[in-house]
């Protein structure tokens, strides 16, 4: 958050109007003046909490600060917030997950080791830290120009603004105003293979779901033997309740698999809703499929002349030796425009960065 010259003096002034006693209206007067995004306020709150909570009672002199609220931000950021109080590893590793991993291990470190562990490989307790970084992942997709145009202090000339600026000055033109195409965020849509055979990367994907939820303006679809969407069942804000209410929204879990069904479904009941603006499509699924490969390819057909990108993300991609050879994958891999892994958090990681770096021309096939 910035916290420059301009921001201090405003908080100086901001406090003078208020009663300093009282704690609410402390906390908020500075959260009005430093808090400028959506995004800022979990970390704002956290921050007051390290800096105002008493001192653990249970630590040494200068210990650790009891706190209310986790910190959300990156681990290595945390990591300099823990030497900035004078916290041990030990000691960071206990206050965020009594069951984490040790902060290292033979030289290298427990987050790199668990961004490029195989999701099927991993414990219970390792989903959950993947979980904890999924939810702290700054995922970001890129912009694209409207059609509604904003003033601007360069672009093209608005004629009208300026024209009806000039009458305050007896006609004369004494000022050109400006206006330039406003830019918004594309929308994702997400349609995930919740069959039989993906059933070991289920979770993972539903927490993936959830992460980009809660940043952006996300459409997501599972299917099995049919389509079901769980847009809805995921705005919840704590995660064990929209996985909860998925569970109960969708019947076919570790079903069969019927690809192109599934597709046709999205592509005559749900296309022209969620697909408007430059819409980014992601299909994630292994391509095994029972359904008939000649329907898969037309649905593909029909959903890539809709969308800007069409990103399908196979998790055995990541696996040695893997071609892609099924019914499924070898109909549909000519018709996507990026074929990528989504086996581990690290493949979760390279499809952010490809999500921010989208412009408005189409896609050269990956």
């Known amino acids: 958050m910035e916290a420059g010259p301009r921001r201090l003096t405003d908080a100086a002034r901001a406090l003078g109007h208020i009663d300093l006693k009282q704690q ?3 906390r908020n007067a ?3 003046v430093f808090v400028s995004r959506k995004e800022d306020l979990p970390t704002f709150d956290a921050a007051f909490d390290i800096f105002w909570a008493p001192p653990d009672p249970r630590a040494a002199s200068g210990g650790l600060p009891g706190r209310s609220r ?8 945390a990591k ?3 030497n900035a109080l004078g916290l041990s590893s030990s000691q960071l590793n206990r206050e965020q997950d009594p069951t984490a991993v040790p902060a290292s291990s033979s030289g290298y470190s427990a987050d790199e080791l668990l961004r490029h562990k195989d999701f099927e490989e991993m414990t219970w307790q390792e989903t959950e830290q993947v979980r904890h970084l999924l939810e702290q992942a700054p995922w970001r997709v890129a912009e694209r120009r409207t059609r509604r145009l904003r003033s601007a202090h360069a672009g093209r000339i608005d004629l009208r603004r300026s024209a009806r600026h000039a009458i305050r000055s007896s006609g004369e033109l004494m000022r050109l105003f400006h206006r330039r195409p406003r830019v ?21 994907l539903m927490i993936f779901a959830h992460a980009i939820a809660r940043r952006e ?3 997501t679809f599972v299917f099995s033997t049919r389509l079901t969407r769980i847009t809805r069942l995921l705005r919840y804000r704590d995660l064990d309740r929209a996985l909860e209410s998925v569970g109960k929204g969708v019947h076919d879990f570790s079903g069969g698999t019927r690809i192109g069904d599934a597709l046709g479904d999205f592509n005559r009941h749900w296309a022209r809703r969620v697909l408007g603006h430059g819409a980014v499509v992601i299909i994630v699924s292994d391509g095994w499929d029972r359904g008939d490969p000649a329907r898969l390819t037309e649905e593909l057909i029909h959903l890539r002349r809709s969308a800007h990108r069409l990103i399908w993300l196979n998790p055995l991609l ?19 425009d990026d074929f990528l892994a989504a086996h581990n958090l690290q493949a979760l990681e390279d499809l952010g960065l490809l999500l921010a770096g989208l412009d408005n021309r189409k896609a050269n096939r990956r």
């Open 24 to 26: 609410v209206d402390f």
């Open 30 to 32: 500075l959260r009005a």
């Open 70 to 77: 986790s910190l959300p931000m990156s681990p290595e950021r």
């Open 80 to 82: 300099i917030w823990a």
């Open 184 to 204: 918004r965020r594309r929308p994702l849509v997400l349609i995930c293979d919740v069959s039989g055979s993906m059933e070991r990367y289920s979770r993972l």
């Open 217 to 219: 303006d996300l459409e």
């Open 318 to 336: 990541g696996s040695q030796g893997y071609q892609p050879l099924t019914r499924g994958m070898a109909a549909a891999l000519p018709h996507c």
